[in-house]
């Protein structure tokens, strides 16, 4: 088992955004933004699955060759946490087009996940999770 302290990822949260404020035109931003949207990510409750995501775009933002997955994160987020579909799809897109040419072997398998759920997501006729009610549009 892997243990960790709430505090003591609160207050790294707290000095990698300190470390934004004071160095924003660092070329290190990108990670810190990386490592915060890491720790709402698996530390923190399921309300924070958006503040990852917005970080990872951050961290994407300020370096389109991050070299992290944030993409296959943020996709994953999306797609198996809060099942919305539509924007993991687009996610699962910004994968094969910016995690391929990575060498670390795990940006591989992240390559073949996206394929994977590309298909699947794209196959399906409604976009909503299994347990999410279909809405119904009534005719006008």
Do not use: C
Request: no cysteine; glycine share 2%; aromatic share 12%.
């Amino acid at each position: 088992l892997f243990f960790y302290h709430d505090e003591t990822m609160k207050r790294a949260i707290a000095k990698f955004k300190e470390l934004i404020a004071r160095y924003p035109t660092s070329d290190k931003i990108d990670d810190v933004a990386y490592y915060i949207a890491e720790i709402h990510k698996e530390y923190n409750q399921e309300r924070d699955n958006v503040l990852a995501v917005e970080w990872y775009k951050r961290a994407v933002e300020w370096n389109p060759k991050l070299p992290h997955p944030a993409w296959s994160h943020a996709a994953h987020i999306l797609d198996f946490r809060m099942h919305e579909r539509e924007k993991a799809l687009e996610w699962y897109y910004l994968v094969l087009e910016h995690e391929k040419d990575q060498t670390d072997p795990r940006f591989a398998m992240n390559i073949g996940v996206a394929h994977d759920r590309i298909g699947a997501l794209t196959r399906e006729k409604t976009r909503y999770a299994p347990a999410e009610p279909t809405p119904v549009v009534q005719p006008e």
